[in-house]
């Protein structure tokens, strides 16, 4: 019903779209252009055509370590970081606005925690650096700390940004062709809800096409202002906007790799801001994984809380968002580190949904079975009691592979936790202290050097 | 047959805005003009009532930004005739300020600036909302039409914000710095970023606008009770 709802809407109301060169994509493929060539119709032969030609699944590359792939579509459950404008500091206690030097700490903190298998950009703007340029520099930092692949979204609309950037993600995967190869980088693309075609967003189509960086196709709406006020409704619309975008972008470069992404909160009714840590949100991400299973298509989303600090709020939202995107069969999840819906980082945080992810990996292993795992041999010899597994060869070989023992959630006894402890947000800070004055980056001092005198280009282009 | 213009009447009217009917609104407002309301009496009793108890019950979490939004409109639709009559007999309607207000040129967000345009118009203010990708020019053009008395700029994205500073430059270089009072609001919106382009105040969300604006513009409010 849900995909019927969709291509009737397609079919009749269609999308505008105001840039020719996204007009003429769609028309090579069997769309029709009305009012003005503004007006994309488009048929539901189209829509399965293009689906049909999308990869099931692709990989973005770590770019030192195989260990590091990141494999999209087949299954697997990777986590990534968010973005933020306010941090809080972790050696003054200030919150304050995100810095160049956060950038190169926050990227060294998702490079060291080994459960973060990605990252988007890790502050939001540099507010220490000018707006021209600014993703620029961040991108340079961001690939001068880690060679844990990425996912990147649109951020200041600056004249050379789409340029610029593949460039950077070229010089550090080792040259265009490399980067063609192996992709790292994920290139959101993103409609203007509802129903719009965005024109800088086909730059940024184009650039990952033409550069092998698979793409993340996203509505964006907000349910109840730029979207339906219903779950049903905002889905429809979503598989609308993701749909034109496949076709888009299927028509620009047949086979080209890409997943649906979700990324649609509700509006907040009070405040008109976006509600990303609410069930329908979560609901909408479970949603479009059942239209991208449908469709044998990969999946990736955005977590997200709206709490304003790391509180219990946060990190009830998050657990179970991102439990149930896992088990909805999201392959990226964009979330850790971050709250208040793109406005709040905090280290010590990262390093504690680090071990939640953990948890959450511990929660789809499930129960394996098999005949030493069936322990009937060992029960049968130590019970009835008395009787003990604890000094078994059995118990040994397989305890840690079957129990979780996590670095830094409690498990103390009460009253000896009542005679004296550290708190979590403690340890977790301990952890992250350590992280920022020990870590090095892994990337290598040559690839270093070749991103810092791009940059230097761009600087003197763009800055004089 | 027409209608008696009484307290029901006025409560009619004033109900027609907190419910956000559109066409009940029209059709009262056209009914009493034949009845030979006053306009400013029908604004004032009726229209203003409708609104000022719709911002209160908005705050106070009574109702929500869909209800607000429509309330807004239908107040706009029948303010609409009214006004025009107003003008005619050379009166002028009471409101804490003209705020012409937009999203700036290089971005097309929308919801944010609307929802401040209609948490502002509930809030007693004459709201001209000139949409999105707002150029200088427009902006200037706008306030001078509408003998304004605030520009209010809005942008999600950051390259925008430099042309927020380039529009209060123009208004300077036009003469009308003086008479306008300059409010801003959007995501990469800072106190410091305001300060630097020497706009008079943040909006850091809509509830904050009516603040500042209300600083600006000082206006006192009265305590007022929202609906059960």
Known sequence: ?464 | MAITIDEAYFDALADSVIDGEDEDCVRLVNDGLEAGVDPLEAVEKGLAKGINQVGVDFGAGVIFLPELAMAADTMKMGAAILDEKIRESGSKRMSHGTIVIGTIKGDIHDIGKSVVAAVLQANGYNVVDIGIDVDIDTFIQALKDNNADVLGMSTLLTLPLMTMGEVIEKLKEVGMRDKIKVIVGGCPVTQEFADEIGADAVGFDAQDAVVKLDGLMGVNRQVAVARG
């Open chain 1, 1 to 464: 019903m849900v995909h019927d709802a969709a291509i009737r809407v397609l079919q009749e109301g269609g999308v505008r779209c105001d840039d020719e060169r996204a007009a003429k994509m769609f028309e090579a493929v069997g769309c029709t252009l009305e009012n003005d060539r503004q007006l994309v119709k488009i048929p539901e032969k189209a829509v399965m055509a293009a689906l049909k030609t999308c990869p099931s699944s692709f990989t973005l590359h770590g770019r030192d370590d195989p260990t590091k792939d990141c494999s999209i579509g087949t299954g697997e459950v990777h986590f990534c970081t968010v973005t933020g404008r306010y941090i809080d500091d972790i050696r003054t206690g200030e919150r304050r606005k995100v810095t160049r030097q956060d950038a190169i700490d926050g990227t060294l903190m998702a490079d060291a925690l080994e459960n973060v298998h990605g990252l988007y950009k890790p502050v939001m703007w540099l507010f220490d650096e000018e707006m021209i340029c600014n993703s620029q520099i961040l991108t340079a930092e961001w690939m001068k700390h880690t060679n844990k692949p990425g996912t990147w979204v649109y951020n200041t609309g600056a004249e050379h940004e789409v340029a610029d950037l593949i460039k950077m993600w070229q010089i550090a995967a080792g040259g265009e062709e490399e980067m063609r190869a192996k992709p790292h980088m994920l290139g959101h693309v993103v409609v203007n809800p509802p129903r719009v075609i965005d024109v800088h967003y086909t730059d940024w189509l184009i650039g990952f096409c033409d550069s092998g960086t698979p793409l993340s196709i996203e509505s964006a709406l907000m349910g109840g202002a730029t979207g339906p006020a219903t779950r049903a409704g905002m889905l429809v619309q979503c598989m609308v906007e993701i749909y034109a975008l496949v076709v888009q972008a299927q028509s620009y470069k047949p086979g080209h790799p890409l997943a649906f992404c979700s990324f649609n909160p509700a509006m907040d009714m009070r405040t008109g801001l976006w509600a990303c840590g609410t069930p329908e949100y979560g609901i909408n991400g479970g949603g479009i994984a059942a239209m991208a299973k449908y469709h044998n298509i990969p999946v990736v989303g955005f977590g997200m809380s709206d709490a304003c600090e790391f509180d219990q709020q946060s990190a009830f939202e998050k657990a179970l968002k991102n439990y149930n995107y896992a088990l909805a069969g999201l392959s990226w999840v964009i979330d850790l580190g971050g709250t208040a819906g793109f406005n709040l980082v905090s280290w010590p945080e990262m390093v504690l949904e680090n071990e939640m992810v953990e948890y959450i990996g511990e929660y789809l292993k499930g129960i394996v079975v098999d005949e030493e795992r069936l322990s009937v041999d060992t029960i049968l010899k130590v019970g009835p009691l008395p009787g003990s597994y604890m000094k078994e060869k059995h118990t040994r070989n397989w305890f840690r592979k079957e129990f979780y023992i996590p670095e830094l959630s409690n498990k103390e006894f009460f009253e000896s936790w009542e005679r004296g402890h550290v708190e979590l947000q403690e340890k977790a800070k301990a952890k992250a202290l350590d992280i920022l004055d020990n870590h090095q980056s892994p990337v290598a001092p040559e690839i270093q050097q070749e991103l810092d005198d791009y940059l230097a280009h761009c600087l003197k282009r763009d800055l004089g």
